[in-house]
């Protein structure tokens, strides 16, 4: 069975720029979210979708955006990168809104230059 | 593979030992619990989890104790392997929330 997908795995980038970046949950898992880690910290929440809807959002800038298509998968954009943006970027997947096992994929390294 | 946590707290062990990690967590309405393990280069890996009715919960070599009196997650592993050696992070989730807030991390090293 596949677990949570993430691509591109690494993405180098210049400041200014912008950049997606695509997460698929596990089959039959409704919710997806999204976190940043910082290196040497913690994951921090950014964004949560549960089907199709915007469930919660964390205290990113509204250059932080994201998405949740009919069959469940994601994509989370961020525009005019700052430095401040290189980290590894998590996609979670759960069966439900919250509550439950949350399953992270291997993440997107982002590095803006 | 890069480094997860640079400057985290360590807890080192002899292998074969027992490990104990501890976590505060924060926010006195969560309900549900959950510890992580990251090793470098991926992403984090769900161990165990709790809910707040419950203050210990048991799974293969590893045992999560929750006091809601102080606020305090531990993450027992016994028979430590090199293995089990990444960081560990805890956490919290509020009443079936969508939110989980984690914990600063403590890196596990296991001495052959």
């Known amino acids: 069975d596949a677990g949570v997908t993430q691509s591109p795995t690494h993405l180098i980038k210049t400041r200014g720029q912008h950049v997606t970046l695509r997460c698929s949950p596990i089959?039959?898992?409704?919710?997806v979210s999204w976190y940043q880690q910082v290196l040497g910290q913690g994951p921090q929440f950014i964004f949560q979708?549960?089907?199709?809807?915007?469930?919660g959002r964390g205290n990113f800038p509204d250059r932080f955006s994201a998405r949740q298509f009919p069959n469940y998968s994601s994509e989370l954009n961020v525009n005019a990168l700052l430095l401040g943006d290189s980290a590894l970027y998590l996609c979670?997947?759960?069966?439900?809104?919250?509550?439950?096992?949350?399953?992270f994929g291997q993440g997107t390294r982002l590095t803006v230059v | 593979g890069e480094s997860v946590g640079l400057h985290l707290p360590t807890l080192s062990v002899q292998e074969g030992d027992n490990s104990i990690i501890n976590c505060a967590y924060s926010?006195?309405?969560?309900?549900?619990f959950i510890w992580y393990k990251q090793e470098s280069g991926k992403g984090p890996q769900f161990i165990i989890d709790?809910?707040?009715?419950?203050d210990k919960r048991q799974g293969q070599r590893v045992t999560i104790l929750l006091n809601k009196t102080v606020k305090h997650l531990s993450l027992q592993i016994a028979a430590t392997q090199p293995g089990d050696s990444a960081v560990y992070f805890c956490?919290?989730?509020?009443?079936?929330?969508?939110?989980?807030?984690f914990g600063g991390g403590t890196r596990l090293m296991v001495k052959p």
């Open positions: 709790i809910r707040s009715n419950m």
């Open positions: 956490a919290e989730n509020l009443n079936a929330g969508n939110m989980l807030t």
């Open positions: 089959s039959g898992h409704k919710s």
């Open positions: 979670a997947s759960r069966l439900t809104g919250g509550g439950t096992e949350a399953f």
């Open positions: 979708y549960y089907e199709k809807e915007e469930r």
């Open positions: 926010n006195s309405a969560s309900d549900y």
